[in-house]
């Protein structure tokens, strides 16, 4: 299959490696200061487009590769204010993206036993929760978008949380998330339920990037020839 690469850092080159070793053909890469190839004959002969770049930069990506017809498979994070304009080109234009905000496998077993955990602890109103994330120092956004999505997931199942904050709490209602930024850690995302007498701990530590790169071309192969917006629902079957 004939993959574009947009983001060509050291996530898109774990991304290439993969897709070599799977027997895909890399058409095109773009990094930045390289939008030109959008236009190019060799992106527009992909099949689909992986992208991990910037939040700034994320939507126009979508914007110039759905220009091209060419499907994207995203992991960037922090531009989700404009995702309904994604979901509009998806249903109104026949484009297609799969959005995740982490393509680890283990990180989405996490996510489901996430939610049910949250639910079990609506009979256990004595443990309070909050999530920690620790990123590399060269991670944009905070929260880390797969820190918001273990955050709806309470939210979603835990009755009496209501919304989540970055570190702080401000009543009983609000679920903290604490970020922090070292070296190069590739995420480390813990759920921690706490009472007087005891502590229940959920964790997902990432070895490298690997895993996430691995989860995108798994997602890349199965967005190819299909349409409207995906997730990683519509690719695991426990979601």
């Not at 095109?28 to 689909?48: H, M, R």
């Not at 890349?220 to 695991?236: C, I, P, Q, R, S």
């Amino acid at each position: 299959m004939n993959i574009a690469i947009i983001g060509y850092g050291k996530m898109g080159h774990e991304i290439e490696k993969i897709c070599r070793e799977r027997g895909h053909n890399i058409v095109c890469t773009i990094d930045v200061g390289e939008e030109s190839k959008f236009e190019s004959d060799e992106f527009k002969n992909a099949a689909v487009a992986i992208e991990f770049s910037s939040p700034e930069s994320a939507l126009n990506n979508y914007k110039r590769a759905f220009a091209a017809n060419v499907p994207v498979v995203s992991g960037t994070t922090g531009w989700l204010d404009n995702i309904d304009e994604v979901k509009q080109a998806c249903e109104k234009d026949g484009q297609t993206f799969f959005y995740a905000s982490n393509f680890s496998l283990g990180v989405n077993i996490l996510f489901a036993v996430n939610k049910y955990l949250a639910n079990i602890m609506n009979d256990f109103p004595e443990y309070n929760v909050h999530v920690d994330e620790t990123h590399h120092i060269h991670k944009l956004d905070a929260p880390s978008g797969t820190a918001i999505t273990i955050a709806e997931g309470i939210l979603e199942s835990l009755e009496r949380k209501k919304q989540w904050k970055l570190d702080e709490q401000n009543s009983k209602d609000d679920l903290q998330i604490n970020a922090f930024r070292e070296g190069e850690v590739p995420g480390i995302h813990t759920i921690k339920y706490e009472s007087e007498v005891d502590s229940i701990e959920l964790k997902h530590d990432a070895k490298s990037r690997k895993g996430f790169a691995l989860g995108a071309v798994v997602a890349a192969e199965f967005t190819a020839n299909k349409k409207g917006f995906l997730g990683m629902e519509d690719l695991l079957p426990f979601k």
